[in-house]
């Protein structure tokens, strides 16, 4: 059922977003792309000759409109839902929060921001760091 929605979703994407290439030529039909030396150096010829890259916009056909229409959500369930969306999302965080503090010795919310600010920069720096 959720391949289902999925699949719905997609499809409706698809149709309201078509994909815009910018060269007419990488439009193929098959799986294939082609990727041999002598298509490389096509590839490259065409590059340096240049020209306008408005004029080598090209459109790939839209698909069709999916057969099945997307459910209808008034405001006021969308509005629901965000509410309970953000009901959780405080929860889970005053849970973090009071594991925290029971865990540790921070005794106030301003001392665990400082603390959890502090593992989150330290976080992230070595991640980047592992990407360099």
Not at 62 to 78: C, G, I, R, V, W
Not at 101 to 120: A, F, G, K, T, V
């Amino acid at each position: 059922m959720v391949m289902e929605e999925t699949l719905t979703l997609l499809q409706h994407d698809a149709h309201a977003h078509p994909v815009i290439v910018d060269d007419p030529d990488q439009i193929t039909t098959s799986g294939n792309s082609g990727d041999t030396k002598q298509s490389k150096k096509n590839k490259k010829k065409k590059r340096k000759k240049g020209g306008s890259a408005d004029n080598n916009v090209a459109a790939l056909a839209p698909p069709p409109p999916p057969d099945k229409a997307l459910d209808y959500l008034s405001e006021d369930a969308l509005d629901a839902a965000k509410v309970l969306l953000q009901e959780e999302a405080d929860a889970i965080i005053m849970e973090k929060r009071n594991k925290q503090i029971s865990e540790s010795n921070y005794r106030n919310d301003e001392e665990l921001q400082q603390y959890l600010s502090w593992e989150n920069m330290t976080s992230s720096r070595s991640h980047a760091s592992s990407l360099a």
